[in-house]
């Protein structure tokens, strides 16, 4: 119950087009859904996050859209470019925060 | 930066070898984390510090020993590894909120031979 299940694991799209990271959740007592963008060699740093009592989030060309009935949130990256080239972490909290698997998008020109 | 620093950046050691893992914070963050982050797995949450206080350990084998001697500082005293313990091993604090924002260090890539 405590499990967040990312997907895809890789994704590759070309500049300009739309990047899509799914992720679902089990745990109703998630309150905090967070995602983390993380470059080779770095931590992962806060991206975006949302919290239940809102369905969208958008800041520039990112977007969460959360679904509270079906458990799942999904982040989207309009305009991809190749500096969004990164493993993106999607996670979920009440107290304590429980990470996704991971995506690894790659970006070409 | 995040004002979360971790050293060293790059550690090798041998199974029979003890060392140990730094992190400070700088944010004035009174919770602190150690992840663990493998090849292909979720970020493990280690070991959680609250004001000082350990009050979080996912199982973790005692062959990782936290230390948290005040609010800004967190060790990870590292002995009798195993070669399956390499991974990267980050740190990260935050303020003691219900879904308030985790700050990542750059952590450190361990290796064990």
């Known amino acids: 119950q405590q499990q967040v299940k990312q997907s895809p694991q890789s994704l590759i799209v070309q500049k300009g087009g739309i990047s899509i990271i799914n992720c679902a959740y089990e745990?109703?007592?998630?309150?905090?859904f967070p995602w983390y963008q993380q470059f080779p060699g770095k931590g992962p740093a806060l991206l975006i996050a949302?919290?239940?009592?809102?369905s969208e989030k958008k800041e520039g060309r990112f977007t969460i859209s959360f679904n509270k009935s079906a458990k799942q949130f999904s982040l989207h990256i309009m305009d991809s470019q190749p500096g969004d080239s990164a493993t993106y972490f999607c996670?979920?909290?009440?107290?304590?925060?429980?990470f996704g698997t991971g995506t690894r998008l790659q970006v070409f020109p | 930066e995040t004002g979360v620093t971790q050293t060293p950046r790059h550690l090798v050691m041998g199974m029979t070898n003890k060392k140990s893992l730094k992190c400070e914070q700088h944010?004035?963050?009174?919770?602190m984390y150690w992840y663990k982050q493998s090849a292909k797995k979720p970020l493990e949450l280690m070991f959680v510090?609250?004001?000082?206080?350990?009050?979080e350990n996912n199982s973790v084998p005692s062959r990782f020993s936290p230390e948290c001697p005040n609010s800004s500082h967190l060790f990870l005293h590292l002995h009798t590894l195993q070669p399956e313990d390499s991974a990267l091993y980050l740190c990260?604090?935050?303020?003691?909120?219900?879904?308030?924002?985790?700050?990542f260090g750059q952590g450190t890539r361990l290796t064990v031979v």
């Open positions: 990260a604090s935050s303020q003691l909120r219900r879904g308030d924002e985790a700050f």
């Open positions: 949302i919290r239940p009592d809102v």
């Open positions: 944010l004035g963050h009174n919770a």
């Open positions: 510090y609250n004001f000082k206080e350990q009050t």
């Open positions: 745990n109703t007592a998630f309150d905090y």
């Open positions: 996670a979920a909290s009440s107290y304590k925060l429980i």
